[in-house]
């Protein structure tokens, strides 16, 4: 252990490797993770079950593929130091339930820390960067979330630089998720040491509210989504904000808010990682998180996050520029009443990021409703819908 320790500093302190993976997560990830729903209570027969449901709902069809154990499937460390998984729970070994995964063609991920705990105090990496890597390629992980608890006295920049390097001298390809909350500003470092990173403290399963805790709190998808203002020029194939995973059929929100916030987190380019049960979810959820249409919003490959264009009353509209001339465009009603909208094809809209013009006055778009798949003309004539209360008109702008 000592040994391996000190190869680990060494290593550590060398710039004679790259920090990151390239060419990974070039579209936001998507996938599944544990966490949402199922907090400490994961198992292997969960993570199997949860598998077989991806690929039998069609999500997996719809570009899912990563499956995500969080927190609690560690329960110490060996007399050399090295990770141990909880035997009762995962009876079979995390290496034989990575291979069942991937016998799905999916892509099997796993949860850690940086600190000397994980957040529901299981042993943390502090100090066993190299051998927990060294595992992770060994059983074949494709996706790390690495969290930030536990962590007196350590540098969020150093931390996080340290386990992607471990990651990268391991030698398995890994999409590195930093989970720091935003406190260090990621958004400004991180593009070169991990794939995503998190914008802010954990995310609530309600539309518009705060959960408070003492010294931290759980924020709802709209207070998230407000917290993403002014970070879009950071992300792009490769490294993208995450705002959290999603809560869509998580019970705490209806129908029309899950489809608000999943079409915000497409709109945002935001990674995709579903946190309900599978295997009781109603058709409702599937319905949203299969979409093709939004998703493809989503997985567009220019990997430009959306822009906030206006904001009026409680009526916000959006815009993302996508491959071959096109956009998408969302207006979101974040008031619980039914809301008009009318809006001019002609009114000059202009992304300075990415500095495209979309100029419907001289290029006639055709218009369809990503939700409803119906087809709404083009843009030569004026807008005039109606959105339902916590709900969204999306549309896909598809140049003639």
Request: charged share 25%; hydrophobic share 35%; glycine share 10%.
């Amino acid at each position: 252990m000592k040994k391996l320790f000190v190869i680990t500093l060494i290593i550590a302190s060398c710039n004679c490797f790259g920090q990151k993976f390239e060419g990974l997560a070039l579209t936001p990830p998507m996938g599944w993770n544990s966490w949402n729903k199922f907090g400490c209570n994961v198992s292997e027969k969960l993570i199997k079950e949860t598998a077989d449901e991806i690929v039998a709902s069609g999500m997996r069809d719809a570009g899912y593929e990563f499956v995500v154990i969080d927190d609690c499937w560690q329960v110490g460390r060996d007399s050399m130091g090295f990770i141990i998984a909880d035997p009762e729970r995962f009876p079979s070994g995390i290496k034989a339930l990575a291979d069942y995964i991937h016998s799905k063609g999916l892509k099997f991920g796993i949860y850690s820390c940086a600190g000397t705990e994980t957040c529901a105090g299981r042993p943390g990496a502090r100090g066993h960067e190299f051998q927990d890597a060294y595992m992770y390629a060994k059983w074949g992980v494709d996706y790390l979330k690495f969290d930030w608890c536990s962590t007196n006295g350590q540098n969020q920049k150093e931390s996080y630089i340290l386990m992607s390097k471990m990651l990268k001298k391991a030698g398995h390809p890994i999409v590195f998720s930093l989970c720091e909350w935003g406190g260090s500003k990621p958004w400004e470092w991180a593009s070169e040491v991990g794939h995503l990173w998190r914008t802010t403290g954990d995310i609530y399963d309600c539309f518009d509210c705060v959960k408070k805790h003492p010294g931290y709190s759980n924020w709802g998808v709209m207070k998230i989504l407000d917290m993403q203002n002014g970070l879009r020029k950071y992300a792009g194939p490769g490294h993208w904000n995450d705002p959290d995973m999603l809560e869509v059929g998580n019970g705490g929100m209806t129908v029309n808010e899950d489809r608000a916030h999943f079409s915000m987190w497409c709109m945002l380019a935001a990674p995709l990682m579903a946190g309900n049960n599978l295997t009781s979810m109603s058709d409702a959820t599937r319905t949203i998180l299969t979409n093709a249409e939004v998703i493809s919003i989503n997985q567009d490959v220019l990997g430009i996050q959306g822009l906030k264009f206006s904001s009026k009353d409680s009526l916000e509209t959006w815009f993302k520029p996508l491959e071959k001339g096109d956009w998408a465009v969302c207006f979101l009603n974040r008031s619980s009443k039914t809301v008009k909208i009318e809006f001019d094809w002609n009114t000059k809209v202009y992304d300075e990021f990415s500095q495209r013009d979309l100029n419907a006055g001289e290029t006639v778009y055709n218009l369809l409703d990503v939700w409803t798949r119906d087809k709404l003309g083009d843009t030569k004539k004026r807008l005039e819908k109606e959105v339902a209360g916590h709900d969204v008109l999306m549309l896909k702008l598809t140049h003639k």
